[in-house]
């Protein structure tokens, strides 16, 4: 059965013709179809073209509580209520489908290679129930599902249709793909990914990429990976809190680690799949020549038995992606007319989730001034400033933080110092946002997330904060020393420890500062008692957001402790 196409118009379109529109969207992604519904829901004319097909694989599945407030924050400010629909486990589960799988923590287990484990060489954050709970996402149907979103606002897709050439001049922007039909446009964001075609066009990537960082990857999907809890055998008072079944397991190895995320660790979940990969630094683990991806991870669970247990009867349900080095960057992500958005861009490394949660700041970043640009005309490259700025300062902080734990997986103390330096900052880089999205709801004021672009360092995740950034500047320092054999990693570990000891703003009352202290947990009491210090006990910096961060959910009143 053959399928016509139909333009905006319902007419069939001609071989050379061209379409005008508002926007034209390379990627029907996450990144792609939010944006495209945020736009066609404030009326613009969205063509969303995508050289692929929903449904389909995609990695980027575990979430962060960053994450979840920016999904809060975009669907309250442009009025796309679906957006939060990824936003819990629970109303992924209840909106799109019994797939998606809880994250109640980011546990981390350190291997020795031929050898077992040593349970008191690791870490856990379990994640407060106030920041909501996380999930695992599915996203073959989370993807499919916003992408089915974007269209029922307005948007008209292009599925399987591949762009072959792309012109921008003063007046607009043309995309042609391989049928001869083409639309143009007043602006072109380019969420495609690596394979970037407004990258290629004006040969922005950076070669090599600028980052520190080096991994390549292996990725797919297994059915019938057993729970980690069930092959450990650790005894039961040197376990976490959490168990590690319930959240983002990571097996740290020297400069590389396995993730294995389940997606049928929710109660109502009927999917057996799990998410599988392994990200190794290439210069030490070069890609081989004379090995299958199947052979090559098998090879790599030959020399991690407990890791190897877990797969003791599973079976591989998808091909491999076997990537090179996975890092890459580009010398300018925005010019006038268009936009590298996200993962276009450039990327670093899946190692804390950070993807999805950077991608949705910059489409907010993005879509905020697009919708101006829609309504006075003015597209030039000054005016989307600010996104570039973002971008390239979501990928410095985060080369810094995962340079850092790569080298500092080969020495447990120095990890265990470098995973604070990650973990103790999420609270006041959240509640920042929770407190403009409260505000927000009470009084329907954009100024408060005008607000939290009015910063000094775009792109950290408290970027308002001189004191955490110099933190992160000098661990990824003494991190480099130790790589580098200036320092011994115990004189590392004490250096970063050190810094968290002495430094005002890291808060006290979850342990951060207590090395003895593995497993990061807070209860309801602690949050409170955390909230106490912030609010009152901290140094000034942390006691206005702690103040304002209450202010925000009293004045918001009811509604707002619902969406918590």
């Known amino acids: 059965m053959s399928t016509t196409i139909r333009n905006h118009s319902g007419a069939v379109p001609k071989p050379g013709a061209t379409r005008q529109c508002d926007v034209i969207i ?128 307005g948007s008209e897709p292009r599925q399987n249709w591949r762009a072959t050439d792309v012109d921008i001049d003063d007046d607009g922007v043309t995309v042609t793909g391989q049928n001869g039909e083409a639309f143009r446009g007043k602006y072109l964001i380019d969420a495609s990914g690596f394979r970037s075609p407004l990258a290629e066009k004006f040969n922005l990537r950076e070669t090599p990429a600028r980052f520190k960082h080096h991994a390549r990857g292996l990725f797919t999907h297994y059915i019938g990976v057993k729970p980690f809890d069930d092959v450990s055998g650790h005894p039961k008072n040197l ?132 919708l101006g640009a829609l309504r006075d005309g003015d597209f030039s490259a000054e005016r989307f400033a600010y996104v570039e700025q973002l971008e390239r300062g979501l990928l410095q902080y985060n080369d810094d933080i995962v340079n850092s734990s790569y080298i500092a997986f080969s020495h447990f103390r120095l990890w265990n110092a470098v995973f604070r330096v990650w973990g103790c900052f999420i609270s006041p880089g959240v509640m920042r946002l929770t407190r403009a999205r409260l505000l927000y709801v009470r009084d329907r004021d954009d100024r408060h997330f005008k607000e939290l672009e009015d910063t000094p360092f775009p792109g950290l995740w408290w970027p308002e904060s001189d004191k955490f950034k110099r933190i992160l500047e000098a661990t990824a320092e003494t991190c480099e020393k130790y790589e580098v054999g200036d320092l011994t990693g115990d004189e590392a570990a004490d250096i970063v420890f050190g810094l968290l000891r002495d430094s ?61």
């Open 26 to 153: 390379l990627g029907s992604g996450l990144a792609g179809s939010v944006t495209a519904a945020i736009l066609a829901r404030h009326g613009a004319d969205v063509v969303l073209i995508d050289a692929a097909s929903h449904p389909r694989f995609a990695v980027g599945e575990s979430m962060t509580p960053q994450l979840v407030e920016w999904l809060h924050i975009l669907s309250e400010r442009y009025d796309v209520p679906e957006i939060k629909s990824l936003a819990s486990v629970d109303a992924s589960t209840r909106d799109i489908g019994p797939s998606f799988g809880t994250k109640a923590h980011f546990g981390f287990m350190r291997h020795p290679a031929g050898g077992e484990p040593d349970p008191r060489e690791a870490t856990q954050l379990g994640l407060p129930k106030i920041f909501t709970k996380n999930g695992h996402l599915f996203r073959q149907d989370s993807d499919a599902f916003m992408f089915h979103v974007a269209i029922r606002y």
């Open 239 to 370: 376990r976490p809190p959490v168990p590690w079944h319930n959240g983002t397991m990571h097996h740290l190895i020297d400069r590389g680690w396995f993730w294995i995320i389940p997606f049928d660790s929710h109660p109502k979940s009927k999917n057996p799949l799990c998410s599988v990969g392994l990200t190794f630094d290439e210069r030490l683990y070069p890609k081989p020549k004379d090995m299958t991806p199947d052979e090559e991870f098998n090879f790599y669970l030959d020399r991690y038995p407990a890791v190897k247990r877990q797969f003791e009867g599973a079976r591989r349900v998808r091909e491999w992606v076997s990537t090179d080095r996975m890092q890459y960057s580009s010398s300018q992500s925005v010019g006038d007319r268009w936009c590298l958005m996200s993962h276009a861009a450039g990327f670093l490394d899946p190692l804390f989730s950070r993807g999805l949660s950077n991608t949705f700041e910059v489409v907010d970043a993005l879509t905020s001034r697009l």
């Open 504 to 564: 005002d703003i890291v808060n006290p009352t979850f342990g951060w500062k207590d090395e003895r202290k593995r497993f990061i947990a807070p209860s309801t009491f602690t949050m409170a008692r955390f909230m106490y210090w912030a609010s009152v006990q901290g140094p000034p910096e942390m006691n206005h957001l702690g103040r304002e961060f209450l202010k925000g959910i009293l004045k918001a009143g009811t509604r707002a402790r619902k969406l918590l």
